[in-house]
């Protein structure tokens, strides 16, 4: 429903103002990132129920972190924030479901996104001996230490968190 009106759009380029181009672009991106994260959460609650093992890929990490990152590059540069990326140059390729991968980096931007105000975000991918690190650290809100038990609850939310809200325009709300 999204995606066929933006592709209208995008094969009308001659007639828009290029501002309009780009966001039609961002926008067509963005939509198309959104339904295969859709797909992508289908597909960890199957994995979850039958119990399948991940089908892993030696995947060039680095390229598929920078790679996701760039969707959040223009809405975190929007918000006034800056974006760190480091990886490992000679990091080897590591063996993952690449969709599973974007999911989770992409969960964890969103939600520095969202909860960051000022100063930056950083993602480190860094190359330990046997397996790869990924950390997403940003200078946000953060997490009061009460709460850390439940980091890997589903869909658990910290009451009463300042977070961003794009709805209301680019103001922060506290959660009830």
Known sequence: MLLAPLDELRQSTETLPARVVDAVEVAARNARRLQSLATNLLDFSQLATRRQPAHLVPTDLCALTLDISSYFRSAIEAAGLELRIHCDSDMPPVPVQPDMWSTVVSNLLSNALKFT???????????????????????????????????????????????????????AVDRA
């Open 117 to 171: 105000f000022t100063g930056t975000i950083t993602i480190q991918l860094l190359a330990l001996r046997l397996h790869a690190e990924l950390a997403v650290s940003d200078t946000g809100v953060g997490i009061p230490g009460d709460e850390l038990p439940n980091v890997f609850k589903r869909f658990h939310r910290v009451l009463g968190t300042r977070a961003y809200c794009r709805r209301g325009g680019h103001r």
